[in-house]
DNA sequence: CTGAAAGCGCTTACAG
DNA sequence: CTGAAAGCGCTTACAG
């Protein structure tokens, strides 16, 4: 690998000099014209390493995912890319498998690569989390959950919980299952399922039945024919697009027509709610934009600029064919 | 930031035996004490770039991929992601949102940063390519396309295209419509529709016709109902999931019934495939297994071992519920 | 416009 | 076991 001493030997001229051809500073023409020549020759790339070690201003910024293998995680990603891209950052990605063990050594791994801040798609914030970002002292953007010490932007969980329960409410159900996901997820886990239950209790009179499933959908397409055995709800209120899936599916290999017999909701918009039949009555979020947000975000926080401690992330409900109006006095 | 200097001064000791402590060296008990007491009250971490800079062994290796939306892409990364984990490297992603230009882009970005090889999940290999893979002198290796002048892996396209020829034909579809994609992506769009016609014209006596679409489900929507209006095939042989996935909502729409009047597959093997009503017969890539495999030889690469220069993954049908047996003689 | 020199934060022989 | 020194490849005042 050739150095930047290398092209300054071959081109006659200082090192100081090819390190300012290249990085715009002012070089006579005969001299930029000799040292192009030799890069090209040479197929020289400077050593970032060496650059930053100067440099000191990092304009790389790290991403920390619990999987790769998920929509909201996609889109999320590719909101931040889109907008870092266009600030001018670099995106590192590093996936946690859904171990928070190796979250919090991808934290300090990242750190160490002197990364400009680091936005975390969390799912689950400790007390170890809390003494990393302490300890670390660069910016941190929590995306999906949020925490009092930490800047955080997150999805409108409780609203959108509150909306889809009166929805469904105003659609005439009233023997309710809702399917959600661990407590320990305090976005998914707890606020969509408060929100939800505060329209339920508004409404009075209603039969609900919690229960809690995991995010697969292999799980939900298990738990699912026990639920309708027992408890004959109208209506699945899922906690996300994955379960609701489950449901989907666990309904058609029981042979129960969705929406005529069993009404079924989702969380996310996943890009497959539209495409299935029936199409899913859903919550869409906008992963996209949030993660546009959070690159923004993240830039005014390195900048040291104002930022309000939590962010929120719009919602829309998108009613499709897969809850059934019970009030529509149809046979 | 503290620097090594820092610590060294605090625990009153030279640079050279905290970095010796840093690396596991030989250090007295006392020092080590002493030294890791300073550590820990400073929160200090090693800065990367100065250790790269000497160290000289990068253990990154970059993957740069033309979507982050992709079931094929997450699968496969999070292969790449598992394997290399295990090695003892660590993965720089990079997405270059199907833009070309930024592809050769990052590939110089990431030469610069002095990643060990980059994984290219192609699309397709430009002259522009080329030129950058022999002036980078850097292990690389592209996955889903093939280069002669580079070492590839890929999924048996052509194999696969073929068994789904032979498949189709064995269930007594004649009449049937290819929807292909794009010729400049060989793997699919040349390969997969190759094997395909090979199967098609071994049986001979068949009607076929073949169209070009996106990779959008949505287009696919569209395109779809012309065809079923003009040319009125038994099947529909799609060349991804995406666009059989599209067909069938098409389908749908037009109050179709699949299989029984329409029959549908797809490649890719998509987890949604399974769940969707009527589930897609398909034909299945191992996209983990190929990451991991790319990981693997990728390190291979790198340590100049022997490799092919081209290997293939495997693949598999998978029947389900979209195609329809004319040949059982039912009603 | 150009060059010599110092320094970024670390590591690594080499002495002791 | 420990330290002084050189060096990794670059950048950046500072002179000229």
Redesign the interface.
Known sequence: MKTIADIARLSGVAKSTVSRYLNGGSVGELTKKKIERVIKET?Y??????Q??KAKKPNIIGTIVPR????AT??T??GI??QLRELNY??????T?QDLDREIENI??M????VAGIILLATQITDTHIEAFQ???IPILLVGQQHQAVYSLIHNDFEAGYDIGKYVIAKGHRKIAYLGVTEQDIAVGVNRKKGFTKAIQEAGDCEVKYYETSFK?AEAIKRVPDIIDKFNPSILVCATDNIA??A??AA?LKGINVPDHLSITGFGGY??TE???PSLTTVQFFYKEAGQVAAQSMVKLINSEELAPIILSKYKIIERESVDNLLSGKL
């Open positions: 197929g790339i400077p050593n970032t390493f060496a930053s070690l790769l293998d998920s929509y996609s889109q990603l590719i890319d889109e670099q995106m590192l990605i590093s996936n498998s300090y791994t750190a160490r690569q002197k300890q670390l002292q959908m899936l489950g989907l599916k058609h890009e497959v495409i299935i039949h």
